[in-house]
């Protein structure tokens, strides 16, 4: 079953604007990372926040993590037509396994 | 290699037969995952492989499903007597520390 679940499932916006997906989860955690899948892809890698951290930059992506409501958000500023994807998050089950959950496609309209 | 490959990108087969997924790792990573997608859905864990240790394959979704990882490297995933609903997308991940994965591309299995 899915750990994480999220939301919304899917987004359209206009090149240059932000776009802002959240996950939220059901068990306790170690990390939460997010991913990026391009149609017809495998996923990359984007960013990895681990339960004692809040917020973590990475060029235009912040994550936040809120262990308290078992909730991350993923934000993308100033988007551009290549940010176009799926973006999963996954929490560590264990200290090898990921659950990912469904996703949040991202349309961005030139 | 630079990263994970899979073969073969795309599989089509008829319902019943036997196919046969490959997946060879970045050089130096120990741990290996299998991952199933279906159309539109999140990543289903199959099974994962860490050095000489026995493998978790307690997301397989029958015993029509085996994997098995040779010398620590490559690793086959083996479903036979194929049904509909094995179609999906086989994704392969490696990792160097079971934290951050990095996947391959994926092989798309359509079974008619």
């Known amino acids: 079953s899915q750990q994480g679940e999220e939301d919304p499932q899917a987004l359209s916006i206009q090149e240059g604007e932000n776009a802002t997906m959240n996950c939220s989860y059901k068990?306790?955690?170690?990390?939460l990372q997010w991913y990026r899948q391009n149609s017809g892809r495998g996923l990359v890698h984007l960013i990895l926040i681990r339960s004692n951290e809040r917020e973590k930059h990475s060029g235009r992506l912040r994550v936040t993590l809120d262990t308290s409501k078992k909730s991350s958000s993923l934000l993308i500023t100033a988007s551009r037509a290549a940010d176009t994807a799926s973006y999963f998050c996954?929490?560590?089950?264990?200290?090898?396994?990921?659950?990912f959950g469904a996703g949040t496609t991202v349309t961005v309209r030139a | 290699g630079a990263g994970v490959s899979q073969s073969p990108s795309n599989k089509v087969t008829e319902k019943g037969k036997d196919v046969e997924l490959r997946c060879d790792p970045i050089s130096g990573h120990t741990a290996l995952y299998w991952y199933r997608q279906s159309l539109g859905q999140g990543l289903e864990f199959l099974i994962y492989?860490?050095?000489?240790?026995?493998?978790?394959k307690s997301g397989l979704p029958s015993d029509r499903f085996s994997a098995e990882r040779t010398g620590g490297s490559v690793s086959t995933l083996t479903i036979q007597r194929t049904q509909q609903e094995d179609s999906a997308v086989y994704l392969c991940?490696?990792?160097?520390?079971?934290?951050?994965?990095?996947f391959g591309s994926g092989t798309q299995l359509s079974v008619l």
């Open positions: 991940a490696s990792s160097g520390d079971a934290e951050k994965l990095f």
């Open positions: 996954a929490t560590d089950v264990n200290d090898y396994k990921l659950s």
């Open positions: 492989f860490q050095g000489n240790s026995a493998p978790d």
């Open positions: 068990t306790s955690i170690n990390n």
